[in-house]
DNA sequence: TTGAAAGCGCTAACAG
DNA sequence: CTGTTAGCGCTTTCAA
């Protein structure tokens, strides 16, 4: 026989009080109006009923679900997602919040649609999470609900975000080039137009220009930031008259192409060539022979800062906005040799 | 001024209707009750008034949130949750759900207060992930709420569970070499007791058995199955006097490191050796220089069939239990060649 | 220190 | 064809 869910009217009863002191007895509230005797007596009943409340209802009532609305654009389809979930889900579950999920295709129509389904189900607040870097506007719709936003920021910074501190990563990776000597320091990158690459590429321009040295002569792209891209790249860069001595890549899948590229050329890493990269993926970076140096994004720091600041907000509505940028770590390798 | 969201009573008053005919018009419910020009007001007056349903009071009411929880054991950490989480979400959404995440360590008490804690918030069921293909006890909490198992299932089959199909990939890979004309298939594998080595392993066991070969001989395992492990098994494997043509690997990572060994003995892929692998994970076997032949886990698939399976159940819940077996794809690369 | 009662926004009998 | 009414299970006044 199915028995339903005991509800707190089953506990009041239970206990021999009234459903009001049930409830604040299970909640701690009401200050010192419950008995000590009588608490206890609520929550032994409860206890043994095995009682868990109906969130449903208590939403109904308090307007407040204790859940955070997560939407991502594609977010679910790319390898870094997983652990920017995993950080806002771990903050959020600590607080008690759980994370209602909508993965969208970055359409706005779409994602304006996912916003308004969530806030449907009365979530508490939002994290409007994309994929590297982005800048964005704000769906309108969102305006009523308080939001965070993952990875990606608004033009005019009214909004509060965190993004990785890209600079910060690029000027990491080459100080460690840098510290081992290192000049003429090429870049190969992806031709793509995305906020990532400019700031790594303008960052090391700054570095290697610093040295009185020709950036554009140090330089490769490609059309796409993948193997063959990086690949293709760098044997364009490395048969060069006066070839870098180590290469910075714009992300870890164009370093894989590049190690291709050295074999062929019979470079040995690190002996021939530095290199140093950007991501530290974890299905390449340490996989790559020898391991790859490389700035990791901090995804899971991005999303668990983001769900406390926004749970914060949710008692400080009048917050003003914070831009955050979120340090990118240097996962030293086996890449890195003296020039 | 915030104004508050229009409510059900604000429809039903600027259409001139009660609020249950509201309800009815905007729901389609109650058969024939509402006449076309009535519904037509109340569609009028809704879309006017921006009018969103509140389904945490159309929850407490019907007792059907439309929210279905997913609980991932690490699911969010592995490469591989990305699509599973997807499939579940894109099924889920196009029937007006939502997923509501839970991730875990894989820690049955967790898993059981994960379990609870969805079941406080009403989720109408529940999807059980676990990582590659495990054999698990469903617990005890979950009795009361429609559950399907992801990647996992129980050992007695008495919950609906979705698996990949191991052995159809398994023999269509091993298929591809033979269709090459390879007789002397290698296997590389992890010693990790997981499932899916097992069925792997046994079937490539039976496929060079048949052809009266020895398979001691043409086999070599690593403590562990990522790339350095693939490395060391194929170096002994592949310095054995009468070398295999091709080698069936545990999967991508191992094949990574598979390819390795092969460069540096000097065997070119495919030409010399035919490798064949399992995983087809996005960021390697497309990635390789030969593109890797895989079979491919169906993680999409996984998640959508178990999810439309869940929802299915909501409305049968006495349905029987059902195992289903997802066939893994081969995706066809580069890196067979005729023995 | 406690109980009675109202009500969150919606749906579904029931009555017309 | 439509309106009135009674809850869903909880929290929170208000009154004692």
Known sequence: MATRPPRLTDVARAAGVSTATASMALNGTGGNRIGSETRDRVLAAAAELGYRPNTVARGLRTRRTHMLGFVGDNVATTPFAGQMIRGAHDAAREAGFLLLMVDTTGDPDETGEAIAALQERQIDGILLATMYHQVIDVPAEIKSTPVVLLDSRTADGSVTSVVPDERGGAL??????????????????????????????????????????DADELFAESPEGRTHGGYDAAMRLLRRPERPTAIFCFNDRMAMGVYRAAAELG????????????????????????????????????GSWAAK???????????????????????????????
Chains 1, 2 share one sequence.
Do not use: F
């Not at 470079?267 to 140093?276: A, K, R, W």
């Not at 400080?316 to 890449?335: F, T, Y």
């Open 267 to 302: 470079l040995s890493i690190p002996g021939d060539l530095s290199v140093v990269s950007y991501d530290d993926q974890e299905l390449i970076a340490p996989e790559l022979a020898p391991g790859l140096t490389s700035a990791a994004l901090p995804h899971y720091e991005m």
């Open 172 to 213: 990491g990776v080459l100080a460690e080039l840098a510290a081992a000597g290192h000049r003429r320091i090429g870049h190969v990158t992806t031709a793509e137009d995305v906020e990532a690459r400019h700031i790594r590429l303008t960052t090391w321009r700054e570095h290697v220009t610093a040295y009185g040295l």
């Open 309 to 339: 600041e926004l749970l914060r907000r949710l008692d400080e509505p009048d917050a003003e906005p914070v831009q955050h940028l979120m340090p990118c770590p240097i996962a030293r390798r086996d890449s890195v040799a003296p020039a």
